[in-house]
């Protein structure tokens, strides 16, 4: 499994610190946090990629964050697909 998450369904008021604390609680460590923006208008998507430093951190971040409400939303965490995973359309 990666080490990088994809986390979907972002408030917009939702900041990289706030993400940053949840994903380390219980001792995690986040390498990382890349905001998704909008490739023709460079706004935010509401999306992100967090980067765990391992993927047992990853598989662990999974189960502790998914479905949780931060800022009013319920997140949805994944395993993050390689660009050539996905659906070139």
């Known amino acids: ?3 990088k998450l994809y986390v979907g369904n972002l408030s917009a ?3 990289q610190d706030t993400l940053r604390n ?3 609680d219980g ?3 986040v390498e990382r946090i890349s905001n998704l923006n909008d490739r023709k208008t460079g706004e935010r998507r509401g999306s992100c990629l967090v ?3 391992s993927p ?3 598989i662990a971040a999974i189960a502790a964050v998914n479905g949780q ?3 009013g939303n319920c997140l949805a965490v994944r395993a993050a ?3 050539s995973d996905r659906d070139p359309s």
């Open 51 to 53: 980067q765990m430093s």
């Open 22 to 24: 949840l994903f380390a």
């Open 27 to 29: 001792g995690r460590h």
């Open 69 to 71: 409400e931060v800022d």
């Open 81 to 83: 697909r390689l660009r």
């Open 56 to 58: 047992e951190e990853a």
């Open 1 to 3: 499994m990666s080490t």
């Open 13 to 15: 008021g939702t900041t």
